[in-house]
Nanobody
Framework: QVQLVESGGGLEQPGGSRRLSCVASGRTVSTLAMAWFRQAPGKEREFVAA????????YDGELVKGRFTVSRDVRKNTLYLQMNRLEPEDTATYYC????????????????????WGQGTQVTVTS
């Protein structure tokens, strides 16, 4: 069993930065495929970024536009999402997800790949 706890959300102004954290327990992050998804009110949950067990990363390029960076710290067993140049459209609940398999890149983008989910952390971007 893997538990995921996100933090780092809050209120931010447009153009600001925020770093989200996801602490994993029950398994080492380097043995998991991990991802960030987000969900805005009234919308479906959408893929943001992922990191494979190998350390390879994948982004939704159109969504991220070079502004976000996903990373992990094995010593802290934590997944991060550094978000820069935030826009009001980034307002959403951000979820951390983990899967025990070794998915191909395109499978990283779908929610069904992941076995475990955090409770989410709210990010609100507004002036």
């Amino acid at each position: 069993q893997v538990q995921l706890v996100e933090s780092g959300g809050g209120l931010e102004q447009p153009g600001g930065s925020r770093r989200l954290s996801c602490v994993a327990s029950g398994r080492t992050v380097s043995t998991l495929a991990m991802a960030w998804f987000r969900q805005a009110p009234g919308k479906e949950r959408e893929f943001v970024a992922a990191i494979k067990r190998s350390g390879g990363v994948s982004y939704d390029g159109e969504l991220v536009k070079g502004r976000f960076t996903v990373s992990r710290d094995v010593r802290k067993n934590t997944l991060y999402l550094q978000m820069n140049r935030l826009e009001p459209e980034d307002t959403a609940t951000y979820y951390c997800a983990a899967g025990t398999g070794s998915p191909i890149t395109s499978s990283l983008w779908v929610t069904s790949t992941y076995d475990y989910w955090g409770q989410g952390t709210q990010v609100t971007v507004t002036s």
